[in-house]
């Protein structure tokens, strides 16, 4: 068995499950938006990446095949060999693009969801992405149930496929330590702070003159961005993509990934999304080993993924990486400030105490007006 | 032997213990109240006996039954009536409905009959007996809940200030009718209240509940309004006031 | 031209009374418990399975429509309450919040829609027959020709489609049980104070609920066939019925059910003879009613949201 290879397709689909799962703990676990709608930014960020890359490939050659066609497949098998520069380039402006078209996606869903309470924005959004789907599967331009294919790998240059996955690896893993450590800062910012006040409690935050929908939007508009990105990876890692990818399912995994790891915890969602990854890659491998079972290996992984909620709900709700209050190095700043002295503190009173007998006095020399 | 009784009991919720020690007994025909300043443990020590709080220790007594630990409709169907303070009636059911459910899967209870006792004791809201509860007034609906808890016939019934939020007027007929369903109905009340005037003049006993600990207990008419509030507060604090 | 012709409207009346049965279990279920049951759709598929598989493997006493229809019914209610039992009960006495439910309702799902996978793909291998698309072997003993329509799948299901919803209805309105479910729904501690089990009323709901939609299951494999995928794919239709409903109100739910219907057949057949609208964009018009539906009458109450909505004012009722 081929472990180098093994490894390596396990960590770049960590990489991007895990963006996937730090972004639905943005959303689900510090912000409190029950998301069930994650597989559809991520299908638009991968569909997107998809259509981009292969019109332009075809465009920059002057070749006017439909997308998904034989002639296109076997085309970019050439084309994307030819200018590794182009090719990175494609790459990054697809992934950087994939962000804003996928939020963009998710800030405009979540205008009519976000005035209506969590049972009903987890149906509209999932309505949304099996809407999504079926229309994909009806749709002729993008392959209709086929999906895409042939999309153009940006490190197709390279001879060696080993090589070439093991860059690719390297990539998503650099995205997704931009993503965490993107998060951990946002997270730990005064806006973090406003976040987890909506989850604990949304009259409140209202309240104290927070605009609720506008922050969860905002935090909609980031969270599905970063589905994007991650759909727009795997969309180059696997070359092809079909709408039958993005079911529901995928988005209960991404759950799955966050309650197990823990809720609002960004370390528990990178454990979380290595463990669900793992089984992912397992249950691939055994495929390959066992081919008579009479059950799909794939059906039993699923079964896990929706055991693992339930009993992770069931036994350890927290997670297997609690929420930390302390984590917050604004909550270090607190500790660790200095206390005001005593006698500074008397100083400012008794200033403050003399302007206000001095307006008073004031008041009285201008005659009571 | 008393009707009611709690031995000792120590009750709260998840990890809090809120009232401790208690003991307390109940006699057939009598009203006893339950005073105390806000947070003392009044209704804690209701919910204790009806099995909706937690019991750490101690033993409550029904009839010489042990009911400690029983889910809450056991309790219920074993006799005991409770009106809680809040929400105390289904809102989307009407005054009907909520009266027929009290009296489900109750042996040997004519609802249609019962229902018709109780709206003569409670003529206020006969009139309403087809609107839904969620349109009743305040006193209204507290008459329903008294209602509701005592169509199923109890043998104690527990009333969590059912005249909080009520007007002087509406306090005084409400009152009256409890020593009216005692006479009548045959039951004893445990009555939780703040208005402490009003509570002396209705019950025939007090207990006064500090702290989550009773510091007296005693006939209502050994106690003036004054003595009451010393308890409540400590001597101290009411010199100084 | 044409625009709609009578096969188009006959098809609304069906499928709306189709998601109508799907929508108001899911919406009775919420009601009473508090579960937003995302697993809803498994007990349609699992109703709609046990039912083609009985009538495939024992065909001549279960081709009776009505025996496979109580066989899909107990089935369908035995799934739904040992996911009560197993997950939501242990939640509940946990005070896990309608969000938890919700997520574990998820879980359950996913489960139980791979356990079926795995259960067609076995009983496909033991009787040799591939269920992935499976028409059911029910005959139909009476040949009624109801409002001009002769096919006999159609007029039973409109028979008894209808009957259910009105039973139902005097189930839920007109018996004590239907009291004792209304009183958990407003007030699940006060009906322990009444001397009301909820534990045993919210058994029964399951019990009722999961067999209804296991019967909603049986009657679309009557119509068309039967496939796992078949109930998810119709989660968009139903939860949007159930929205139009509110999650609160049955009468609205069995509306929301015509009116998606209504959407997806006149609606698309209209456009399509208009302008040559894509068959494609029939989901979007669903989508389209569900969202009209959010902004123009938000759903508030328990399972809505706070009232900071559109920029116009409007009267509000607080309930």
Redesign the interface.
Known sequence: MDVVGFLVSWITLFSIYSILSISLNLEAGYTGISNFGKAAFYGIGAFFAAVISLSAFLMLNGLSYPLYSLETIISMGTLSKQNPILSILIFLFTVVLAFFVSGIAGYMVSYPTLRVGPAFLGITVLSFGELLRIFLRNFQPTGGTYGLAGIPHPFAFIQDPAVKDFMFMLVTLVILAIMYIFSEKFVNSPYGRIMKSIREDEIASLCLGKDVPKIKAQVLFIGSGMAGVAGALLAYYMGSINPDIFVPSLTFEVWAMVILGGLANNKGALLGAGIITFLNRASVILNFTFQNLPIDVNYIRWMIVGLLIVASLLFKPEGLIPEDPKSSFIWNFVEEKEPISLKKRMEETSKKVKFYIKKVFDWFAMGGG | MPLLEARNLTAGYEKLKIVRGINLALNEGEILSVLGPNGAGKSTLLNAI?G?ARIFEGKVFLNGKEITGK???EV??LGIG?A?QI???????TVE?NL???A???NGIDVKKEMESIFKLFPEIERRRKNFA?TLSGGERQMLAMA?ALI?KPLVLLLDEPTAGLSPKATSVLLKKVKEIVIELNVSVILVEQNVTKALETSNRVAILVGGEFVYQGNSNELTREEVEKMFFGEKVRQEL | MNLIDLGVVINTLWIGLIYSLMAIPLTISYKVTRVLNFAHTSLVTVGAYVAVILSLVYPDFFSNVFVALIAAFFAGAIVAILNHKFVYRKLMDKEASPVILMIASLGSWIFLKYLIYSVISIVSKVIKKDLYFAVPAFRYTLNLNFLGISNPSLTYSLILGISLIVLTFVVFYRTSFGKAMRAVSDNPQLAQISGISDESVMTLTWFLCGGLAAISGVFWAMFSYASPEFADSLILQVFAACVIGGISSIALTILGGFVIAGAENILMSILYNLIGLDLSFRPFLSFLTLLIVILVRPPAGAAGGLPYRLKFKRERKWT
Request: aromatic residues 20%; hydrophobic residues 30%.
């Open positions: 009806f909706v889910k809450p409709y219920a169907r409770y809680p929400q105390n009636v289904f809102p989307n059911l409905e027929e459910l009290s489900f899967k109750r969620k509701r199923s």
